[in-house]
């Protein structure tokens, strides 16, 4: 084999020449076309960095938000529960005074009752002590007829 200098120049001098007509024309156009993707790829895993960090926050604002509902509802429940309860204290007293002016009114009605019974009772006695005495006055009273009106006044007064 016979190395021929001027062939080995020829093709260092060629070569040298498509390392330059493919540096102008590929490896920079591609090498551009990476550092694009490097830098897109960069600016995407940036943005999903920031959006998850966006997402983090919108978690803890939902979070607290919801403890704050749920206290919110807690109160409620508990004002309503309050309310509630006032309500039947209120009724419970409303009742309990119903009661008692019914029973206020059974009691004066009774007194009245008494009181008429009483009066017509007095009446009786009275009808029963003038019938007595008119009887006694038409008849000569002996101890033993004195004692059986008396009986009998007295179980006349009984009814």
């Known amino acids: 084999m016979n190395v021929n200098s001027f062939t080995i120049i020829e093709t260092i001098v060629n ?15 591609v090498n551009k076309v990476i550092d694009d993707r490097n830098e897109e790829v960069a600016s995407t895993i940036k943005m999903a960095d920031s959006q998850n960090e ?5 978690k ?3 979070e607290k938000n919801l403890e704050e509902s749920k206290l919110q509802g807690k109160n409620i429940v508990e004002n309503y529960k309050q309310k509630a309860e006032k309500v039947s ?11 008692g002016l019914i029973l206020d009114r059974a009691k004066k009605e009774i007194d009245r009752e008494k009181e008429k019974a009483e009066e017509e009772l007095r009446n009786k006695v009275v009808d029963l002590a ?3 005495s008119t009887k006694a006055l038409e008849k ?20």
């Open 89 to 99: 204290e209120d009724i419970k007293k409303e009742a309990s005074n119903e009661a």
């Open 15 to 29: 070569f040298i020449i498509l390392m330059l007509i493919l540096k102008y024309f590929l490896f920079d156009k």
């Open 130 to 132: 003038v019938i007595l």
């Open 54 to 58: 966006e997402a983090k926050a919108l």
């Open 140 to 159: 000569a009273i002996n101890e033993e007829e004195h004692r059986r009106l008396i009986e009998e006044f007295i179980a006349k007064v009984g009814n």
């Open 60 to 62: 803890l604002e939902s």
